[in-house]
């Protein structure tokens, strides 16, 4: 996935080349894939709903720091899917509450920390043990049947559904962890859902 992502994206949207080396860009900003993230998550969330909540980003948006974008951005994106199909199906698409993404401030920081945080009804605690596991899904088992039957789709594209595939979490901690790094999720049903990504510094 990174060296794909590598290779398809070449220059940044600057239009200068990116600082990399292998797959590790040097000046990786959590802001950037965020907003990227957050694009790509709308337009998943609105093609399956109509509609999808504004997501606000808040803390230090100026922070870079050596990291895989590719990975960074599909933990994101993940976390961000959760939380809008919740967030569409506890309130509908008239009265949708925002998501929030935290970046948390701090140069002399251990870890870069990230919190996806909605009010999208939360997990029921009978449920927390399940979702790290693959192909847990709450979402209806006839999407992932369809998708089984079809084998022309992107597992990581947007044309991918919004949710039912049952691997998004547990790559995403994966991905996490690869570098020394996690993904925690904290849940209050019947409130909604705080997921942290911890990142090590790569440098």
């Known amino acids: 996935l990174a060296l794909r992502d590598q290779y398809q994206r070449g220059p940044d949207d600057s239009g200068s080349e990116r600082r990399m080396i292998g797959m590790i860009q040097q000046d990786v900003s959590p802001f950037t894939i965020a907003q990227h993230a957050i694009e790509d998550a709308e ?19 100026d922070q870079t720091f050596p990291y895989v974008p590719s990975h960074l951005h599909y933990m ?5 899917k959760n939380s809008m199909r919740a967030t569409v199906e506890t309130h509908g698409v008239d009265d949708m509450p925002p998501i929030k ?20 009804g939360g997990i029921r605690r009978s449920h927390m043990p399940s979702i790290w596991s693959y192909l847990f899904t709450t979402a209806d088992p006839a999407i992932l049947e369809a998708l089984m039957d079809d084998t022309n789709h992107a597992d990581f594209g947007t044309e991918s559904p919004l949710a039912g595939l049952g691997y998004g979490l547990p790559i995403s901690r994966c991905y996490a962890r690869y570098f020394g790094g996690d993904l925690n999720i904290m849940s209050m049903e019947g409130y909604g859902t705080d997921s942290y990504i911890y990142l090590n510094k790569l440098g």
Do not use: Q
Request: proline share 2%; aromatic share 2%.
């Open 76 to 80: 994101l994106l993940e976390l961000l």
């Open 43 to 61: 337009y998943m969330c609105t093609r399956a709903h109509g509609d999808a909540p504004i997501v606000t980003i808040h803390g230090r948006t």
């Open 101 to 120: 993404v935290i970046i948390a401030d701090g140069e002399e920081n251990e870890d870069v920390c990230i919190k996806v945080s909605d009010e999208g």
